[in-house]
Each structure stands twice: as C-alpha cells, then as structure tokens.
C-alpha cells in the first residue's frame, strides 16, 4: 500500500514569495490533515478535511495560508506572503476514519521542508 | 486546555540498556494517547496506540506504553534499545471532539555504541 505523498520536499524561498505544497494521501482515506512542525517543537494542527470540506482551521493564518482539497482527494497547500517565520517542515496525514469516529490513526507523509530567507 | 508534556528534550542511553520516555498530558476527560517516531527526514510512524482497555499497550518495535491516569502520563519504555532507535519521539492525545492531535514537543533519543 503506498503512503502519503508529498512534494516537493525542500524548498528554498525569499520572504514575501509565494509558495505551494502539494499531498496524495492514501487511498480511501477521508480525512487529510496539514501540519506545521517547526524546528524542535511538535507538530501543529494547521487544518483538517473531511472528504473536501473543511472541519478545523482555526489554526490556520488565513491571511496568508490556504489549502484546498478538491475532489476529496490531492489537497495543497499555499503561502502567500511567506514571512521568516513560516521556516517549518510541512507534514501532510491522513486517516481511513470519518467524523465522529474516535480509533483514527493518522500516517504522516515525508513532509516538505521550507526556508524562507 | 488540553496539552501535552514531554519533560526531557534529549536523552542518551547505551546501546542495550532500557529506556523510558516520559509523557504528561492534561485533558478534560478519557484521552485517546499515541506516541510517533520521527528519524531525520521521515515523516512520523505510530509507534503505539492506547485508546482504552488494559492499560499496558504493546507496540512495534519492541516499544511499549503504560497509561496511568492517577499521574496523567503515558511513558514509553523499551527493555533494550538498538542504535536503531536513535530518533525524534513524540507523545500525542487526541481529544473527544474532532481527530486533531495535540503534540508534544518531543525527545530527542541518543544511542551510545
């Protein structure tokens, strides 16, 4: 079974560029999550679909980042102007499990690394 | 608001002693509690899983978990660690409402030969 794809895996940008990640997840998953994990913290919880609505982005700097999952399948991800501090790995996951189940387990991609200059 | 704690940032051990990796949480009620693996450039892997049941979970790689929840913590232990094991170890509780999962910031395992 192959895993949750990413790309690119490592990207290099000055501040005020615009930037975009894209995620494959496994097949048949319903849920896709979009993480932040920034050098030596845990990861962060930036959005969550299900299918190709969104059910959390209250982490989300919606002034500068967006996502979209359409067709309830790929989904990107999209900084717009990266600023110093958005210097993070990405991690995209995804689960087989719908809303209001509690036994999710989540499997994590490779992630893409960014460095805004 | 729920959080979790892992109070060691690194950790050295020889290779083939025991380990035990330490985890605290705070949550308003039943906590669904994972501990991942990240090794330099991979993504993370669950390494176990405690959802309810009998307290002591088994997981992959010879890793296992105790939940207490008169302490609040779920620490991760293996009786004999490989140089294999060196990696990033994360602690992570689900809450009741959604999937979100709310991380540690992790340990920092070291193997000595």
């Known amino acids: 079974e192959a895993g949750v794809a990413q790309s690119p895996r490592y990207k290099i940008i000055e501040k005020r560029q615009s930037v975009a990640f894209w995620c494959n997840p496994i097949?048949?998953?319903?849920?896709l999550y979009w993480y932040q994990q920034i050098l030596g913290q845990g990861p962060k919880l930036l959005i969550q679909f299900q299918n190709n609505g969104v059910v959390d982005d209250s982490q989300l700097p919606k002034d500068r980042f967006s996502a979209e999952r359409l067709k309830g399948v790929d989904s990107t991800l999209k900084i717009q102007p990266a600023k110093l501090e958005d210097s993070a790995v990405y991690l995209c996951?995804?689960?087989?499990?719908?809303?209001?189940?509690?036994?999710?387990?989540?499997?994590f991609g490779p992630g893409t690394r960014l460095t805004v200059l | 608001a729920q959080s979790v704690t892992q109070p060691d940032i690194h950790i050295t051990v020889s290779e083939g002693a025991s380990l035990e990796l330490r985890c605290n949480y705070s949550?308003?009620?039943?906590?669904?509690l994972f501990w991942y693996v990240q090794s330099p450039g991979q993504g993370l892997q669950l390494l176990l899983k405690?959802?309810?049941?009998?307290?002591l979970v088994q997981g992959i790689k010879g890793f296992e978990a105790e939940f207490k929840r008169s302490q609040s913590s779920f620490n991760l232990r293996k009786p004999s660690v490989h140089w294999s094991d060196a990696a990033e170890y994360f602690c992570?509780?689900?809450?009741?409402?959604?999937?979100?999962?709310?991380f540690g910031s992790g340990t920092r395992l070291l193997v000595r030969p």
């Open positions: 996951a995804s689960s087989l499990a719908t809303f209001g189940q509690r036994e999710n387990e989540q499997f």
């Open positions: 992570a509780v689900g809450p009741d409402s959604s999937y979100k999962l709310i």
């Open positions: 405690y959802f309810s049941g009998d307290t």
């Open positions: 949550y308003g009620a039943t906590p669904y």
């Open positions: 097949s048949g998953h319903a849920t």
